[in-house]
């Protein structure tokens, strides 16, 4: 089956629709009475699929993805989100805007809970509450804070995002890295965000900005093509399957992209413009991504270990950063920093 790119997605009083994964776990909990069995269907299929890539993120060690690989994130994305620093992007957001941790913070789609840990780390909080779909992305989330020593500081739950209510002014901030593109209810998500954060409180997100699942347009598609044959067969070998090298970038169909994830990209293109209805605009970080996400995916580890790689994907890095700066296609993600409205 063709697979789309793997893109590196309160308790109590605090919410309602909600079962703690840590207290009585049920795998349904997070769906309202009522929902459809379309809606249904594509939670479970988006839980199962991200659960498996949570467990396989745990033990794979060459990277498949652009925003997986080492090189890349440090001599693009890094520099791009940092202002021509070498942070990642949660530390440079802690650098910028968080001088001293607020009390409490939210974390929405947050997979195996990497973000929330390093949260932690940087000094961004004192504690997190934390939500995802899968409930085994949860299972890795938890034992991960567990192992760490950080369970008594971040709380998580199995959550639908497209239906989760919270309580008024709960949280100082709250973060998304690569996850509000799966969400199809994007009006109702964004007012909860708003509806949960104290006045003046950020929203901070990492997130894929580009076609609606994943239809890339046709200059896209040609410069991609060309970055990909500028790069030696044998750079090519395809790392999430046995064997086997890639020659061709496609856009996937409507129906192929439903099969294998029908929450994938479902309103990317739509989530600055829903976003900016409740909130202002601090600032905005693009990093690119336009190419480099559809030449890389499922090669970018065979480039980023030797000499020879490095300097192919400096190459790359040059050709889209001209293309971005030139006006000819935009950039596909962004790092954006976001105040609630009041």
């Avoid at 890094?78 to 913070?105: M, Q, T």
């Avoid at 932690?120 to 034992?143: K, Q, R, T």
């Avoid at 894929?208 to 750079?235: C, M, R, V």
Wanted: charged share 25%; glycine share 6%.
């Amino acid at each position: 089956m063709i697979k789309a790119p793997i893109l590196v997605k309160l308790f109590g009083a605090l919410f309602r629709n909600f079962n703690s994964k840590q207290e009585s776990p049920s795998d349904n909990a997070f769906l309202n009475e009522g929902d459809n069995a379309v809606n249904s269907a594509k939670l479970k299929k988006a839980s199962k699929l991200w659960g498996k890539v949570a467990r396989a993120t745990q033990s794979k060690t060459l990277p498949s993805s652009w925003a997986e690989c080492p090189y890349v994130l440090q001599h693009y994305i890094n520099p791009l989100v940092s202002k021509g620093n070498n942070r990642d992007w949660l530390s440079a957001i802690a650098h910028d805007y968080f001088k001293a941790p607020v009390d409490k913070a939210l974390s929405l789609g947050c997979g195996s809970g990497g973000l929330e840990r390093h949260a932690l780390d940087l000094g961004i909080a004192n504690s997190f509450d934390a939500f995802d779909v899968s409930s085994e992305a949860i299972d890795v989330a938890i034992e991960e804070a567990k192992r760490l020593g950080m369970i008594s500081r971040i709380r998580y739950g199995v959550a639908d995002l497209n239906r989760l209510e919270f309580r008024p002014s709960v949280y100082e901030a709250a973060f998304a890295s690569q996850s509000i593109h799966h969400i199809e209810d994007l009006e109702h998500y964004v007012s909860q965000v708003h509806q949960s954060l104290t006045p003046h409180g950020l929203f901070v997100f990492n997130e894929y900005l580009g076609p609606n699942q994943f239809q890339w347009t046709e200059k896209q598609l040609h410069y991609a093509q060309k970055l990909l044959d500028s790069i030696p067969i044998s750079h090519r070998k395809l790392i999430r399957q046995e064997e086997g090298y890639k020659e061709k970038i496609a856009r996937m169909t409507i129906d192929q992209m439903n099969e294998y994830d029908p929450t994938e990209a479902i309103r990317s293109r739509d989530i600055v413009p829903v976003v900016m209805e409740k909130f202002e605009l601090v600032e905005k970080r693009d990093f690119g991504g336009t190419l480099l996400h559809l030449v890389l995916d499922n090669i970018a580890g065979n480039l980023s270990e030797s000499s020879e790689g490095q300097a192919i994907l400096q190459g790359l890095f040059q050709e889209e950063r001209k293309l971005i700066q030139s006006g000819e296609i935009g950039s596909d993600f962004s790092l954006i920093v976001s105040r609630k409205a009041v």
